[in-house]
């Protein structure tokens, strides 16, 4: 699967949208877990731990929509 994702910002919207194909009444919690995640990490200046964090969250959210659209 193929992601433009080089940013945070683009990370950020990107994992919001993502959240948008889950269940309703699981929306809520993972709208607040990414916000949680981006202001934690907003203040990241290391490129190659910045890319860490974008391929790690992909992986992660690719993992989760698969674990939905399964149920």
Same mark, same amino acid.
Do not use: A, F
């Given at each position: 699967?193929?992601? *433009?994702? #080089? %940013?945070?910002?683009? +990370? =950020?919207? @990107?994992?919001?949208?993502?959240?948008?194909?889950?269940? *309703?009444?699981?929306?809520?919690? =993972?709208?607040?877990?990414?916000?949680?995640? =981006?202001?934690?990490?907003?203040? !990241? %200046?290391?490129? !190659?731990?910045?890319?860490?964090?974008? #391929? /790690?969250?992909? !992986?992660?959210?690719?993992?989760? +929509?698969?674990? @939905? /659209?399964?149920?």
């Amino acid at each position: 699967m193929s992601h *433009n994702v #080089n %940013t945070p910002v683009q +990370l =950020y919207r @990107y994992l919001l949208r993502c959240i948008r194909q889950l269940p *309703n009444s699981v929306q809520g919690h =993972y709208q607040h877990h990414v916000r949680q995640q =981006y202001r934690s990490h907003c203040d !990241e %200046t290391d490129p !190659e731990r910045i890319k860490q964090i974008i #391929n /790690k969250s992909i !992986e992660d959210s690719d993992w989760l +929509l698969k674990k @939905y /659209k399964k149920k």
